[in-house]
């Protein structure tokens, strides 16, 4: 009997994934609601003796007045200058001091701050979120100095840097009426404009109890860290429930291809195409997403082997969902070789395009991507603040906290035909942006 390695290698693939699965343990949590509509969730981890102390709030930059964007990350920043009861420039101070760090981060659905701390300094974490909840020191000293530093981090990071506006040019040409046509960072003029009440009736409709997740992870006693909640948190009045959201089938569909061209001082031209995509947490996001892998991630993947290794019309080439709460946009991006026209970049990459929406991947192809999202995710979860950011996410933006021990299977369902149907639904011509970025003065 003649033996076929290469479907033995495949069963012995699937085989491996399954076993390795089922053998990550479960992520145990306890989860309820407090008077004021704060939402906790608590995971007892005693492996380290250490806590984290993670808030998040449902705001981002899809929440923000089309006059006014980059309200969210301007937050992200003013909420460190200082409380009632925390002197201004001490918060980072304070944490340090205790043997711990901090940090936060703004998207365009949910602004994130996380504190970590040895377990016996859980307290202090509660007390000084507690704190920036509730008495944060907004006043015209601290927004003038954040002002600068926000305004600063867009020239540094976007305006000023080569492709730093990538994102921004290409969501602007694909959103015509949802929030998301403009970036976390905002607009300079919009922040450099905003006057002190503009900026604290923002902080009044979203940073309340009642538009928040707080999770605490790590080596904590699960009794002992719910009276602690209380005592810090239980008293903090709940906010309006008036908060400004777009709808989530703001954006019409597309169906006319939108071409443009952005002149960047830049020395390597590059193509870029977004199409537009189901919503995260959706069955299509998800084989979307492994479509996504199966097109550019790894070098054995179709466009890096042909585009970069076979053909050479590419120095990398990458294609990603950008995963957001409503419908969204999948970026494929790819530098130019040398000498290479990006007419035929763009054709070549058309051409494998054309590929996944006639061909159904093979079964390789699918096992392979499967086994790579089955490694990212259980490595999502490994640090306690990684743990404590995910439980957050999934709770706000997904509306269940228990999909971190169950997503997976979510990927795991996806079939070869679903690949081939989303591709046919979502990356069609008439359903995308394509943006060539060229250097300045060339035509």
Same mark, same amino acid.
């Given at each position: 009997?003649?033996?076929?390695?290469?479907?033995?290698?495949?069963?012995?693939?699937?085989?491996?994934?399954?076993?390795?699965?089922?053998?990550?343990?479960?992520?145990?949590?306890?989860? !309820?609601?407090?008077?004021?509509?704060?939402?906790?969730?608590?995971?007892?981890?005693?492996?380290?003796?250490?806590?984290?102390?993670?808030?998040?709030?449902?705001?981002?930059?899809?929440?923000?007045?089309?006059?006014?964007?980059?309200?969210?990350?301007? *937050?992200?920043?003013?909420? *460190?200058?200082?409380?009632?009861?925390?002197?201004?420039?001490?918060?980072?101070?304070?944490?340090?001091?205790?043997?711990?760090?901090?940090?936060?981060?703004?998207? *365009?659905?949910?602004?994130?701050?996380?504190?970590?701390?040895?377990?016996?300094?859980?307290?202090?974490?509660?007390?000084?979120?507690?704190?920036?909840?509730?008495?944060?020191?907004?006043?015209?000293?601290?927004?003038?100095?954040?002002?600068?530093?926000?305004?600063?981090?867009?020239?540094?990071?976007?305006?000023?840097?080569?492709?730093?506006?990538?994102?921004?040019?290409?969501?602007?040409?694909?959103?015509?009426?949802?929030?998301?046509?403009?970036?976390?960072?905002?607009?300079?003029?919009?922040?450099?404009?905003?006057?002190?009440?503009?900026?604290?009736? *923002?902080?009044?409709?979203? !940073?309340?109890?009642?538009?928040?997740?707080?999770?605490?992870?790590?080596?904590?006693?699960?009794?002992?860290?719910?009276?602690?909640?209380?005592?810090?948190?239980?008293?903090?009045?709940?906010?309006?429930?008036?908060?400004?959201?777009?709808?989530?089938?703001?954006?019409?569909?597309?169906?006319?291809?939108?071409?443009?061209?952005?002149?960047?001082?830049?020395?390597?031209?590059?193509?870029?195409?977004? %199409?537009?995509?189901?919503?995260?947490?959706?069955?299509?996001?998800?084989?979307?997403?492994?479509?996504?892998?199966?097109?550019?991630?790894?070098?054995?993947?179709?466009?890096?082997?042909?585009?970069?290794?076979?053909?050479?019309?590419?120095?990398?080439?990458?294609?990603?969902?950008?995963?957001? @709460?409503?419908?969204?946009? #999948?970026?494929?991006?790819?530098?130019?070789?040398?000498?290479?026209?990006?007419?035929?970049?763009?054709?070549?990459?058309? @051409?494998?395009?054309?590929?996944?929406?006639?061909?159904?991947?093979?079964?390789?192809?699918?096992?392979?991507?499967?086994?790579?999202?089955?490694?990212?995710?259980?490595?999502?979860?490994?640090?306690?603040?990684?743990?404590?950011?995910?439980?957050?996410? %999934?709770?706000?933006?997904?509306?269940?906290?228990?999909?971190?021990?169950?997503?997976?299977?979510? !990927?795991?369902?996806?079939?070869?035909?679903?690949?081939?149907?989303?591709? #046919?639904?979502?990356?069609?011509?008439?359903?995308?942006?394509?943006? !060539?970025?060229?250097?300045?003065?060339?035509?």
């Amino acid at each position: 009997m003649k033996l076929n390695c290469k479907a033995l290698f495949s069963v012995a693939l699937l085989l491996i994934a399954s076993v390795s699965y089922s053998s990550t343990p479960k992520i145990e949590f306890t989860e !309820y609601t407090l008077d004021n509509g704060l939402h906790v969730i608590l995971n007892e981890d005693n492996t380290t003796p250490n806590v984290v102390v993670n808030i998040m709030y449902h705001v981002g930059a899809k929440n923000e007045h089309p006059e006014r964007t980059g309200f969210a990350h301007f *937050f992200e920043h003013l909420m *460190f200058e200082g409380t009632k009861h925390i002197e201004r420039g001490e918060f980072s101070e304070i944490v340090e001091m205790a043997g711990g760090s901090l940090n936060a981060f703004t998207s *365009f659905d949910v602004t994130n701050y996380f504190i970590l701390l040895p377990s016996n300094q859980l307290e202090l974490g509660l007390w000084m979120e507690s704190e920036r909840m509730l008495h944060p020191v907004i006043d015209s000293i601290g927004i003038a100095t954040q002002k600068d530093v926000v305004t600063e981090e867009m020239k540094q990071t976007r305006d000023n840097r080569p492709y730093g506006r990538l994102l921004t040019e290409t969501i602007y040409r694909a959103f015509t009426e949802h929030a998301y046509k403009t970036d976390v960072l905002g607009a300079d003029p919009h922040i450099r404009n905003a006057t002190d009440e503009d900026i604290k009736a *923002f902080h009044d409709m979203f !940073y309340v109890p009642n538009n928040a997740v707080l999770v605490i992870t790590g080596d904590i006693d699960i009794d002992e860290t719910r009276q602690k909640v209380e005592k810090y948190f239980g008293d903090i009045p709940r906010g309006g429930d008036n908060f400004r959201r777009p709808e989530k089938d703001a954006e019409p569909r597309r169906t006319v291809e939108v071409r443009d061209t952005v002149y960047d001082n830049i020395q390597i031209p590059a193509v870029v195409q977004a %199409y537009m995509i189901p919503a995260q947490g959706t069955p299509d996001f998800y084989a979307v997403e492994m479509l996504g892998a199966v097109l550019s991630q790894g070098q054995s993947s179709r466009l890096h082997r042909r585009l970069v290794d076979q053909e050479e019309k590419a120095l990398n080439v990458s294609s990603f969902p950008l995963g957001l @709460e409503h419908p969204g946009i #999948n970026i494929t991006f790819a530098l130019t070789n040398m000498d290479t026209d990006p007419n035929d970049l763009e054709k070549a990459i058309n @051409e494998e395009m054309e590929r996944v929406r006639t061909e159904m991947i093979t079964e390789d192809e699918l096992q392979k991507v499967k086994n790579q999202f089955e490694s990212r995710m259980v490595n999502s979860n490994t640090t306690i603040a990684r743990r404590a950011t995910n439980l957050a996410n %999934y709770h706000l933006l997904y509306g269940d906290a228990s999909l971190i021990n169950t997503e997976i299977d979510r !990927y795991m369902e996806v079939t070869r035909e679903d690949i081939k149907r989303v591709a #046919n639904e979502y990356f069609r011509e008439d359903n995308r942006v394509v943006l !060539y970025w060229l250097p300045k003065g060339e035509s």
